[in-house]
Nanobody, 116 residues
Framework: QVQLVESGGGLVQPGGSLRLSCAAS????????MAWYRQVPGQQRDLVAS???????YYADSVKGRFTISGSNTKPAFYLQMNSLKPEDTAVYYC??????????WGQGTQVTVSS
């Protein structure tokens, strides 16, 4: 079992930055893929960015060049650095990890609001 907890969301003005953190506990070394998703009320949950233990990265077109996903070498956590934020980035952001058996783990979500 793996538990994931997000932090770092909040209210930011357009053009600003936020860094989301996902703290993991449990068998984190079982995770083969780590990712960030976001969801707007009434819409599906969309993949924003992901990376694998083998070093492959993915970014949605809407965030390329603005968001960066990364892991930590010193603690069981991964991050999403969000720069040049736009109002359309407003959503609840979820971190997720996929285990070696294919089980998906989810955090509880953190609200990001981009507004002046």
């Amino acid at each position: 079992q793996v538990q994931l907890v997000e932090s770092g969301g909040g209210l930011v003005q357009p053009g600003g930055s936020l860094r989301l953190s996902c703290a993991a506990s449990g068998n984190i070394f079982d995770l083969t893929i780590m990712a960030w998703y976001r969801q707007v009320p009434g819409q599906q949950r969309d993949l924003v960015a992901s990376f694998t233990r083998s070093g492959s990265f993915y970014y949605a077109d809407s965030v390329k060049g603005r968001f960066t996903i990364s892991g930590s070498n010193t603690k069981p956590a991964f991050y999403l650095q969000m720069n040049s934020l736009k109002p359309e980035d407003t959503a609840v952001y979820y971190c997720s990890g996929r285990g070696e058996t294919g089980t998906d783990y989810w955090g509880q979500g953190t609200q990001v609001t981009v507004s002046s």
